[in-house]
């Protein structure tokens, strides 16, 4: 597959943190948890904290990278009734309120094969999200999902493997765009105490074959591990348990939620001066 990249909102809002000289903080929220109703509200408390992107989960039964903490929100979510065409409605809701916010869905691929790929990512596109990630689908099964999330303007985002071959490597910089999402260890998300990044090689490969920026992920819960993973190289992080814990400590009160939610990225994002 030919290097064809699509041009997003991360383009612009990554420029805009190169000439600040700040890496990029990327909260996590599962849409739906544990109403639409505090979902909305939630989104807006990230943009309040000064998140750069937002991630997002549409809830699912079966994710295998969640662990206990982002399964628990995809429960509680599933519970109130939450469908994935609620969570599409939700997010071009929220596009209308923020319109320069990067927004990326990470996903599996039965909820995208569902109906039919191309009509999830042009709903997906039509609602103003930037990003999927397929967190299931490995890069050599990835080019239908890249081919149609590019088709409507949709960046295709892929994982790519702590112990990935250089040929696996060069596949997924052809077919990434937006930005690269860069594990911190092998497992499903959870937010840690410690992390152990020895990921130099890595950046330094994908930077060699044009990958876009490498964002890393799981275990990102403190300010220091912003500040260690943009040292080891990474141009942003993404935070995903730290975040659902502090709307799971508050369910019932969504102010409450929004006040954790917004301190929290407020927080991490004061991390990623350079």
């Known amino acids: 597959m030919s290097r064809e990249t699509v ?12 000439q600040r000289g700040e890496g990029a ?3 996590f929220l599962m849409l739906g948890d544990p109403d639409l109703a505090t979902s909305a509200r939630l989104l807006r408390a990230a943009v309040e904290g000064g998140a750069d992107a937002i991630e997002v989960g549409i809830p699912f039964s079966d ?9 628990a929100a995809a429960v509680r979510a599933l519970e109130a009734g939450v469908r ?3 969570c599409i409605e939700l997010l071009a ?6 319109p320069e916010v990067p927004i990326g869905i990470l996903t599996y691929a039965n909820l995208v094969k569902h109906r039919d790929l191309a009509g999830f990512y042009a709903s997906a596109a039509a609602a103003g999200v930037d990003s999927v990630l397929v967190a299931d689908v490995p890069v050599k099964e990835s080019d239908p999902y890249v081919a149609a999330a590019r088709a409507v303007g949709v960046a295709p985002v892929l994982i790519a493997p702590l112990n990935a071959s250089e040929a696996t490597l060069q596949r997924l ?4 765009d937006a930005y690269t999402y860069c594990v911190t260890r092998k497992g499903v998300t959870g937010a840690d105490e410690q992390l ?9 490969t994908l930077r060699r074959f044009g990958a876009p920026p490498a964002i ?4 990102i819960s403190k300010p220091e591990h912003v500040r260690d993973a943009l040292a080891a190289g990474a141009f942003g992080v993404v935070s995903g348990s730290a975040v659902v814990q502090r709307v799971s400590a508050n369910v019932g009160d969504p102010e409450a939620a929004a006040r954790a939610v917004a301190s929290f990225v407020r927080e991490m994002k004061a991390a990623t001066a350079r």
Not at 173 to 176: G, K, S, T, Y
Request: hydrophobic residues 35%.
């Open 7 to 18: 041009t997003t909102r991360y383009d612009r809002a990554f420029e805009r943190l190169r």
């Open 25 to 27: 903080f990327i909260p």
């Open 63 to 71: 994710p295998i990278a969640d662990g206990p903490t982002v399964q």
């Open 84 to 86: 994935p065409s609620d």
């Open 93 to 98: 809701r929220f596009r209308a309120e923020a």
């Open 173 to 176: 910089a052809e077919r990434c």
């Open 196 to 204: 152990r990044l020895g990921h130099g090689a890595l950046f330094e």
């Open 216 to 219: 890393l992920g799981f275990g």
